[in-house]
């Protein structure tokens, strides 16, 4: 399988994933939970859902906010409002029980928005800080490995990659966030995290075997490339999908509080080993390229 060969058609697939969700970001954004925002959220289990605005209209006669419902399940809905103390929780939820007797509660979060912002500031903080060890692991790793491509281009295409696989995931959530109110927020963010680790140990793997066959092989460094594609494409696959496996039957049977963070890690392994195969190395060889003009 020449996929140097092909790469302009990889190449092209990606970068359409790409214009589409900076597109869909910056039309909707991404929606931010109460981890982000502040707020209080309360899941009830009802025997006979009511509607959303039954249940706004029981809370009218609180100072809540904007009131939110999300059905969640089968008889769960997910109420979030403005954040507040213990005393207006126990209001809220006799309040509830006494026009839905069998009603349960099942989960009550409440964060300040000045914890909120924090968060959401030492979220994006993390992110960078692992992008940029990648980068000093990488070039540090390959340094060894100055010819033909410098050691540190190595770490640059390894965080393209990674740039590529977290921007479509987020432009995948964007869509969601918009039609079906799906919210992000620490979960989310830890799970691009560990997108990043699973995204660069595949791209390792495939850049080490290329590194081996550099001093093993001779011929074109194309070719070169595209043979240490090919003998760790069955690896990289039998890894993902034994991976995927696992994480479908966590989506399916593992509840509605990880629901979403697994979805994420599903879609990141994806695009994760989409991209180790089709888009690092193939841009290893355009670098190869680019310095040889």
């Not at 209080?40 to 009218?60: A, G, H, T």
């Not at 991209?275 to 190869?288: A, G, K, M, R």
Request: glycine share 6%; charged share 20%; proline share 2%.
């Amino acid at each position: 399988m020449n996929i140097v060969k092909t790469r302009k058609i990889w190449f092209s697939i990606s970068i359409i994933l790409m214009f589409v969700s900076v597109l869909v970001l910056i039309m909707w954004g991404l929606k931010p939970a109460i981890d982000f925002t502040g707020g209080s959220l309360l899941e009830i289990k009802f025997v006979e859902r009511p509607s959303n605005n039954e249940i706004k209209e029981l809370l009218q006669e609180f100072d809540l906010g904007n009131i939110v419902v999300q059905p969640v399940g089968e008889t769960n809905s997910i109420i979030r409002i403005q954040e507040i103390d213990e005393n207006l929780h126990y209001k809220v939820i006799n309040k509830i029980k006494e026009n839905f007797s069998e009603a349960e509660e099942e989960r009550f979060d409440s964060i300040g928005s000045l914890i909120g912002r924090e968060l959401q500031h030492k979220a994006i903080y993390s992110v960078i800080l692992v992008l940029i060890a990648i980068i000093i692991y990488i070039a540090y790793a390959f340094r060894k490995v100055s010819k033909p491509v410098q050691s540190w281009k190595y770490g640059v295409i390894a965080v393209i990659a990674l740039f590529h696989d977290i921007l479509i995931v987020m432009g995948i959530f964007a869509v969601l966030g918009h039609y079906y109110g799906v919210e992000v927020g620490l979960p989310f963010v830890a799970a691009l995290l560990t997108i990043l680790g699973y995204s660069v140990n595949n791209t390792i793997v495939v850049f080490d075997r290329t590194r081996e066959n550099l001093y093993k092989l001779e011929g074109e460094f194309s070719e070169i490339v595209n043979i240490s594609i090919n003998k760790t494409i069955a690896r990289s696959v039998n890894t993902a999908i034994t991976t995927l496996l696992v994480l479908t039957a966590v989506y399916f049977f593992g509840g509605v509080t990880v629901q979403y963070f697994v979805l994420a890690l599903i879609l990141g392994m994806i695009i994760g080993t989409y991209s180790s195969l089709f888009i690092t190395s193939p841009l290893l060889v355009e670098f190869y390229r680019l310095g040889k003009r």
